[in-house]
């Protein structure tokens, strides 16, 4: 169950984007959004997605990455992940690494920096794209 915090109103448009975002595991643009919402009935204009989309992510609802061109939303009720880009093909990979998470931990505490969130994004080729290409 999903609790909505009380300093946001959930019109009909918000609902079917966070429908929209947590019945899937995929990372969304604001583009595909709007698309998909048009595909199953639901048209809103793509200005109205953008500003919902915006208004979830504020209320902690809905997570984003930055990628170089454009975010991509997700579900903000997984557990925390890194993502890695395929610049081929665009597919998201998540992934968690113990290891990883302790490093940047000690890296913020040697420079005294207080860490209250983080997101790594790795960029290159997936393996199907490095499979492909060396054949």
């Given at each position: 169950m999903i609790i909505v915090p009380s300093m946001i109103r959930l019109t009909a448009?918000?609902?079917?984007?966070l429908d929209m975002i947590n019945t899937s595991e995929r990372h969304w643009d604001a583009d595909e959004l709007a698309r998909s919402l048009s595909d199953s009935g639901q048209s809103i204009g793509i200005a109205t997605v953008y500003r919902g989309l915006a208004?979830?992510?504020e209320a902690g609802l809905i997570e984003s990455i930055q990628l170089a061109d454009k975010k991509r939303y997700e579900r903000a009720d997984k557990a925390h992940h890194d993502h890695m880009i395929c610049t081929a093909c665009g597919s998201i990979e998540e992934f968690a690494h113990a290891t990883i998470e302790s490093l940047q931990l000690s890296v913020?505490?040697?420079?005294?920096?207080?860490?209250?969130g983080?997101?790594?994004v790795m960029f290159g080729l997936c393996r199907k794209c490095?499979?492909?290409?060396q054949k």
């Open positions: 448009q918000r609902q079917a984007i208004t979830l992510e913020a505490a040697e420079k005294g920096f207080a860490v209250s983080h997101q790594l490095t499979q492909g290409e």
